[in-house]
């Protein structure tokens, strides 16, 4: 992706599918077309709370955050990878691949 939306959604009661959505919605309004492509931060991820986060052994392991960088997974056909590079509670959406051309009207 090289172009995309930062969006920002630190609303406590809302999973990750919900800002998702939330984003997309407003992506597709404002571009004409739905996103395809999150980058999130680990930390959103929902499986993130299975991952360890301190105790006695927490120097020994990877941190929480290294398990889940580059996961992906699929929420209302948005694929959703995440990335140390996105701040916690922020969306990068935007479109995979390459846009299609427009047509000339010369």
């Given at each position: 992706?090289?172009?995309?939306?930062?969006?920002?959604?630190?609303?406590?009661?809302?999973?990750?599918?919900?800002?998702?959505?939330?984003?997309?919605?407003?992506?597709?309004?404002?571009?004409?077309?739905?996103?395809?492509?999150?980058?999130?931060?680990?930390?959103?991820?929902?499986?993130?709370?299975a991952f360890p986060?301190?105790?006695?052994?927490?120097?020994?392991?990877?941190?929480?955050?290294?398990?889940?960088?580059?996961?992906?997974?699929?929420?209302?056909?948005?694929?959703v990878r995440s990335?140390?590079?996105?701040?916690?509670?922020?969306?990068?959406?935007?479109?995979?691949?390459t846009l299609e051309?427009?047509?000339?009207?010369?």
């Amino acid at each position: 992706m090289n172009i995309g939306m930062l969006w920002f959604d630190n609303d406590p009661k809302a999973g990750l599918d919900v800002k998702v959505e939330r984003a997309a919605t407003y992506y597709r309004n404002k571009y004409g077309r739905k996103p395809t492509l999150c980058f999130v931060h680990p930390s959103m991820l929902p499986n993130a709370s299975a991952f360890p986060t301190g105790g006695p052994s927490a120097e020994r392991e990877t941190p929480r955050e290294d398990k889940l960088t580059n996961q992906t997974y699929t929420t209302a056909g948005i694929e959703v990878r995440s990335t140390r590079s996105v701040l916690p509670n922020h969306l990068w959406l935007g479109f995979n691949g390459t846009l299609e051309s427009e047509p000339s009207s010369r």
